[in-house]
């Protein structure tokens, strides 16, 4: 009989098995208990430096996944460095790792960016899905594409998973050409479109919704916000959990495929979101204005691309925080101790 902690998973040949997890059937052989099988799962996150490829990361690590992370210019420990515009390093990362599910995370997703460097865009949200979709077919690997509401119009909501897109600006039409190589390529995978997301930031900055919170923090100066375009925000721990839920499932059911849609069920404005971040940490509002003009800018936004989610409703997965609860967990770290006090306590 092999040492002690020195049994692999049949599952998972990388991972030692932990000795409290072994058992002896009756003729003296040594057996994983079923419970680490099942857990000896291999999940590839791209963009796990990102905002959402972080929670992805950290919900499949939660669950007792084995999890190797991918990022570029912000890989770190415990984090690979992959260019994702490499693609035999792709392919080879793949078949060496051989995840059972690929969550496919990283993009450029700065609408105003996307404007300014197409092809670098092009590159990243429509190539490099291109190469990741062939790649993960070939290695059996349910590949999820995570996509955006801004691949609709938002003249018409809500929107089905089966609705005609129309993107209107150079961002949307990255990410629905990114679906199309995606699904051409891997009749297999999913595409999971969200809208605006928030969660744990690094700086305030990363989220566009998050990025608020100075303005509503800085009371002594008036802010316009935009009261226009409507958003449905979601909490990036949500969407990470239906990522894990949903590749649960396709494990069970291996007819799973498609266009999929999650979405937060709160309707708000910017300036809505920024009343609200107020109105949790007991902060003025006052100096908040409501601006219910169309933005004028280079790059167009729909009006309301609130996403029907009901193919994901009716497989039985979801979650959906309040954003109320969402946004404290994500801004506690940002409040300005001083500001706080003197409202909360005056
Ligand atoms: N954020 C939103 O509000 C929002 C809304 C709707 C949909 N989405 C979609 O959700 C997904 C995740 O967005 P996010 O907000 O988490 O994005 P993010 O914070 O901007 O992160 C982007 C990720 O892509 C990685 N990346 C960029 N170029 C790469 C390359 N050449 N090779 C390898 N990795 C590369 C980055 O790695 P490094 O930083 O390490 O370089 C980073 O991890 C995207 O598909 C986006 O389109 C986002």
């Known amino acids: 009989m092999p040492g002690r902690g020195a049994e692999r998973c049949a599952a998972c040949a990388e991972v030692p098995v932990p000795p409290t997890l072994l058992k002896m059937d009756v003729a003296g052989a040594v057996q994983v208990v079923e419970d680490f099988v099942a857990s000896c799962r291999r999940v590839l996150i791209t963009g796990a430096t ?105 003249t018409n909501p809500p929107y089905r998973e089966d609705a005609m897109p129309n993107p209107l600006n150079l961002y949307g039409k990255t990410k629905l050409e990114g679906e199309r190589v995606v699904l051409q390529n891997n009749e297999g995978a999913a595409v999971l479109r969200v809208p605006v997301l928030y969660g744990d930031v690094e700086k305030i900055e990363e989220s566009a919704v998050t990025i608020m919170f100075d303005k509503v923090q800085y009371s002594n100066k008036s802010a316009n916000m935009d009261h226009w375009q409507q958003r449905f925000p979601t909490y990036v721990k949500d969407v990470a959990s ?53 933005p004028v800018g280079p790059t167009p936004r729909p009006l309301n691309p609130q996403l029907d989610c009901s193919r994901l409703e009716a497989l039985g997965v979801g979650q959906r925080t309040p954003f109320r609860v969402g946004i404290r967990e994500s801004l506690w770290p940002f409040i300005d101790k001083k500001k706080s006090q003197q409202t909360m306590f005056h």
Request: glycine share 6%; hydrophobic share 40%; charged share 25%.
């Open 50 to 154: 990102g905002l959402l490829g972080r929670a992805v990361y950290k919900e499949f690590k939660d669950k007792n996944w084995h999890v190797l992370g991918c990022g570029y210019s912000r890989a770190r420990p415990q984090i690979e460095t992959l260019n994702l515009l490499d693609t035999s390093a792709v392919k080879e990362l793949v078949e060496e790792f051989k995840p059972h599910v690929i969550v496919h995370c990283a993009a450029e997703r700065k609408p105003d960016i996307v404007e300014n460097q197409p092809d670098l865009a092009a590159l990243i949200n429509v190539g490099a899905s291109e190469n990741l979709a062939k790649v993960a077919a070939a290695n059996g690997a349910f590949l999820i594409y995570i996509s955006t509401d801004y691949v609709f119009d938002g």
């Open 242 to 294: 239906v990522c894990l839920q949903l590749s649960e499932k396709k494990l069970q059911d291996p007819s799973i495929n498609g266009i999929f849609h999650w979405s937060g069920n709160e309707q708000m404005t910017k300036y809505e979101m920024a009343c609200a971040m107020a109105d949790v940490f007991n902060l003025p509002a006052r100096h908040l204005r409501p601006i219910t003009d169309e």
